[in-house]
């Protein structure tokens, strides 16, 4: 089976600007999360999609936002990038991590804003 | 709010010899997961082992082994007859049942060297 894809792997943005980060989930999964990964925050959860509904956001503004399409795919969306918006995104999919299935992780997507 | 501490920033070890990364949580749950992730230069988490709260032995996949103990609510990690390929850093993380979010520590870079 092929793995969770990311992409892409690096984006370089300008302040203001808006991004779309794309995630393609282990086939069969439908559950889809989102995890931002800075040196300061350390790792932390965006938000988790399952059969296109958004079932648990984290503590991030409302810039961030994301959705999932039927064939489970999901984006991410970051509007009016800040500095701070710089970190290495990562997307993990999962059977239904509601029954403590294994959460499986993409590659990540870096993206610097300058 | 469910939180976790690991206190080792960094650890190294030679070669063949074992190590043990240290972990802590706090929560009010009885019902919940713990897991160890690996995260290599490559950026992609892995996932090293799992462990159920509800079941008592210990998990074990190859050279790594946990030391879990629930009344103390720690979960360490040993790996034995280190690998150079070992090296990155490792994340322990929590997810409650019925939960679909992984709560992480700050990791703990571990390099092994020859």
């Known amino acids: 089976k092929a793995g969770v894809t990311q992409t892409p792997r690096y984006l370089i943005k300008t302040r203001g600007q808006q991004v779309t980060l794309s995630c393609s989930p282990i086939?069969?999964?439908?559950?889809v999360s989102w995890y931002q990964q800075t040196p300061g925050q350390g790792l932390q959860f965006l938000f988790e999609?399952?059969?296109?509904?958004?079932?648990n956001k984290g503590n991030f503004p409302g810039r961030f936002s994301g959705r999932q399409f039927s064939n489970s795919r999901s984006e991410m969306n970051v509007s009016t990038l800040e500095l701070g918006d710089s970190a290495l995104y990562l997307c993990?999919?999962?059977?239904?991590?509601?029954?403590?299935?294994?959460?499986?992780f993409g590659n990540g997507t870096r993206l610097t804003v300058t | 709010a469910q939180t976790v501490t690991q206190s080792q920033p960094e650890m190294s070890v030679q070669e063949a010899e074992t190590v043990t990364l240290s972990c802590t949580y706090d929560?009010?749950?009885?019902?919940?997961?713990l897991f160890w992730y690996k995260q290599p230069p490559s950026r992609q988490m892995i996932l090293v082992i799992r462990?159920?709260?509800?079941?008592?032995q210990n998990a074990t996949e190859n050279r790594f082994s946990v030391n879990f103990q629930k009344a103390a609510k720690s979960f360490s990690l040993k790996i034995s007859d280190s690998q150079l390929g070992d090296t990155a850093m490792y994340f322990c993380?929590?997810?409650?049942?019925?939960?679909?979010?992984?709560?992480f520590g700050a990791g703990t870079i571990l390099r092994v060297k020859s």
């Open positions: 993380a929590f997810m409650k049942g019925n939960g679909n979010k992984l709560v």
């Open positions: 086939s069969g999964h439908r559950s």
């Open positions: 999609y399952f059969s296109e509904t958004q079932r």
């Open positions: 462990q159920e709260a509800y079941k008592q």
């Open positions: 993990a999919s999962s059977s239904n991590p509601s029954t403590g299935e294994v959460l499986h």
């Open positions: 929560t009010s749950e009885n019902n919940y997961y």
